[in-house]
């Protein structure tokens, strides 16, 4: 029988983070497994050529940094009641990061949201999910977003 140890939940910080959440810590409580909580912070090296010093780009990326930190702190201790759990916030491509977060920490599962974006958001956003679910050598639980009228 399948046991998660290790459970990695990417999270974006966005509303629907707090099911996604709920989702990994029932699960890891479930298996009594632990949770490592992960933001990726988006990577801005593609704007160093537009005329915008390095020295300005490393700066916003920090700051956002030095925010996602506080922000993930306080999401861990409001979202995962009942569940040893770390956090982690990293700089980069969100699938990449994610993938390389569930190998450093051998982990057993990754819980993500999913957008559910379709037809042109989803040619020109992509699909972090798709990506991690296509690329990963382990399960990938994705959490779709629930409206009211759902």
Not at 23 to 49: D, E, I, N, R, W
Not at 54 to 60: A, E, G, K, V, Y
Not at 82 to 90: A, I, K, L, P, R
């Amino acid at each position: 029988m399948a046991s998660f140890n290790k459970i990695v939940c990417a999270l974006d910080l966005a509303e629907h983070s707090k099911e996604v959440a709920s989702y990994a810590t029932m699960l890891a409580q479930l298996s009594g497994g632990s949770v490592v909580a992960l933001y990726v912070a988006p990577t801005m090296t593609q704007y160093t050529g537009f005329h915008v010093p390095p020295n300005s780009i490393d700066t916003f990326v920090s700051e956002i940094v030095d925010g996602a930190k506080v922000t993930m702190e306080q999401f861990v201790k409001e979202n995962f009641a009942g569940v040893n759990v770390t956090f982690d916030v990293v700089i980069g491509y969100a699938a990449e990061e994610i993938l390389a977060c569930a190998e450093r920490e051998n982990a057993d599962l990754i819980v993500m949201g999913t957008h559910g974006r379709t037809g042109i958001d989803r040619m020109l956003f992509g699909s972090v999910a798709e990506k991690v679910v296509k690329n990963s050598s382990i399960p990938v639980l994705t959490i779709r977003p629930t409206t009211a009228a759902e």
